[in-house]
Nanobody
């Protein structure tokens, strides 16, 4: 499975960040995987943000306080992240990931840098 993120590199504070992950070599309706978003702020560790399962059910991280949502387009085999009310603390490299278990991260996109700044 290959994943590729796309989206804006710069977002203004208070706006909504939207990223899309195009999946190839596997289907987002596959029962084997969750489709996740993970980010890494500069100088910090990886943070799991949320995931969607093969039926389209969404699981988010409590630490992000419901600012996130994940949607999908099965016709294009892609899924998207929306992060609302961004602040400079949301500046990070964002990765889309295929996840087979709680700590089983199978394939990663190359990552996309997002900077939140006015």
């Amino acid at each position: 499975v290959q994943l590729q993120e796309s989206g804006p590199g710069l977002v203004k504070p208070s706006k909504t960040l939207s990223l899309t992950c195009i999946v190839s070599g596997g289907s987002i309706t596959s029962k084997y995987y969750y489709w996740s978003w993970i980010r890494q702020p500069p100088g910090k560790g990886l943070e799991w943000m949320g995931a969607m399962d093969y039926e389209g059910s969404y699981y988010d991280s409590p630490s992000l306080k419901s600012r996130t949502s994940i949607s999908r387009d099965t016709s294009k085999n892609q899924f998207s992240l929306q992060l609302m009310s961004v602040t400079p603390e949301d500046t990070a490299v964002y990765y889309c990931v295929s996840q087979a278990g709680s700590t089983d991260f199978r394939s990663w996109g190359q990552g996309t840098q997002v900077t939140v700044s006015s």
